[in-house]
């Protein structure tokens, strides 16, 4: 059973940046593919992006690429989300997800029915 607990969520204004923390326990993290995806109000979770293994494995949503970069530190069993240029539209509730890497496919990888462990989510507001 893996752990995940999000942190670096807050308020910022536009144009701003934060770094997003999720930490994990209770497995082998190299083994996971990790993911973040974000959930406004009213609206479906969303796919922001994902790594597998290294930077190699590395995906973006087309509204995040060039301004979100996501990586991950084995050693301290963490993965982050660097925001840059933040809009107002980028508010939501951000959420990490794992997966077995060999479970996710370069495409499903993406999808947030694929992540079988979550975290509780860390808020992100963005204002104008």
């Known amino acids: 059973q893996v752990q995940l607990v999000e942190s670096g969520g807050g308020l910022v204004q536009a144009g701003g940046s934060l770094r997003l923390s999720c930490a994990a326990s209770?497995?082998?993290?190299?083994?996971?593919?990790m993911g973040w995806f974000r959930q406004a109000p009213e609206k479906e979770r969303e796919f922001v992006a994902r790594?597998?293994?290294?930077?190699?494995?590395?995906n973006y949503a087309d509204s995040v690429k060039g301004r979100f970069t996501i990586s991950r530190d084995n050693a301290k069993n963490t993965v982050y989300l660097q925001m840059n240029s933040l809009k107002p539209e980028d508010t939501a509730v951000y959420y990490c997800g794992a997966v077995w890497s060999v479970a996710c496919s370069s495409s499903s990888c993406d999808e947030a029915a694929t992540y079988r462990y979550w975290g509780q989510g860390t808020q992100v507001t963005v204002s104008s």
């Open positions: 790594i597998r293994w290294s930077s190699s494995g590395t």
């Open positions: 209770g497995g082998t993290f190299s083994n996971y593919a």
